[in-house]
């Protein structure tokens, strides 16, 4: 993958009114160089980030975590950053109704921008078939 190649959509939540993507801008060895893009009728927003193929990866993993169980034994709501917190901007998503993806830029502005979404019942699907196509395209 180039600068010049189309990016890869690893991640786009979206409920028909807002949305968060991660865009697979390009790749470099083992790390990848993308962007997280925020669209909603409040706030669009766009901040670089980056992560390697084990990140790539740990998506699936995040999703696997939601699907098996949304609350713990004590009822605490599942909640999971992509990728690692404290490395570059990154995404914390809380599986709570309605669904809420936090977008932090840390360690940059320490600027976070709340998304709450209104996943449909099949969005996980989507998320996996997703994630499946840019496991494939990147390689990873």
């Known amino acids: 993958m180039t600068e010049s190649a189309e990016p890869v959509e690893l991640i786009r939540l979206d409920d028909g009114v807002q949305s968060v993507a991660v865009r697979v801008l390009s ?4 790390h990848y160089q993308a962007e997280i893009v925020i669209e909603s009728d409040f706030v669009n927003a766009t901040v670089r980030t980056g992560f390697d193929a084990d990140d790539v990866r740990a998506w699936g993993s995040l999703l696997d975590a939601v699907e098996e169980d949304e ?3 004590e009822g605490a709501v599942f909640a999971g950053d992509w990728p690692q917190e404290g490395r570059t901007a990154y995404l914390t998503f809380v ?11 840390a360690p940059g502005t320490q600027i976070c921008v709340r998304v709450p979404l209104d996943l449909d019942g099949d969005w996980i699907i989507k998320a996996r078939e997703r994630h499946g196509a840019a496991l494939r395209a990147l390689g990873a």
């Open 71 to 73: 609350r713990d034994e």
């Open 27 to 30: 790749r470099e060895g083992d």
């Open 95 to 105: 599986a709570d109704d309605p669904y809420l993806v936090e977008v932090r830029d």
